[in-house]
């Protein structure tokens, strides 16, 4: 079973009825115990990085996502979510965030051309860094996922497994060992999403 962390924050069912059209047997859920016993993880958010983060550690899911995230289990965070495994947010202000990646959320404003809309919303092409990731074998580079976002992760190159072009390179998707995260919407990106899903529901603990 696949746990999708509800904290209080994002667009849960979408995102399982996404799961549940490729076959998967995927949960909403914010008990613990579901979580700790679940195969898969899902962070998924969206909205302010404060606010995630206040309710993902006063919801208590903070503690559980870095239990499963230490035993090995596949994690998977998304847009906002993937924000959160990094060590910290300067979203209006600094924040600290779960650290599971190294890297941090800086605006996508200090990198675009002044011409360039914020937020970053919309489909855009994935350039495969570090080698081709696992996440990614059902797909090919160059592939189009839905994007939208007005922060992005940066000194994580290390971890960076996708990028994409935006009037300037912006990390697509990271992971580090059983942990992934991906900026754009896979349950939004038609038939390359579902492949990328597909990809994580096969990882094994």
Known sequence: MIAIIDYGVGNLFSLQSSLKYIGEEAEVTSDIEKIRNADRIILPGVGAYEDAANKLRESGMADIVMEVAKAGKPLMGICLGMQLLLEKSYEYGEHEGLGLIKGSVVPI????????????????????????????????????????????????????????EYGAQLTAALADGNVFGCQFHPEKSGEVGMKILRAFCEMEG
């Open 109 to 164: 404003a200090d990198v675009a051309p002044a011409n360039y809309k914020i937020p970053h919303i919309g489909w855009n092409a994935l350039k495969f860094e570090n080698g081709k990731s696992p996440l990614f074998k059902y797909i090919e580079e160059g592939d189009y996922v839905y994007f939208v976002h007005s922060y992005y992760a940066t000194d994580c190159a290390e971890s960076t497994i996708a990028s994409t």
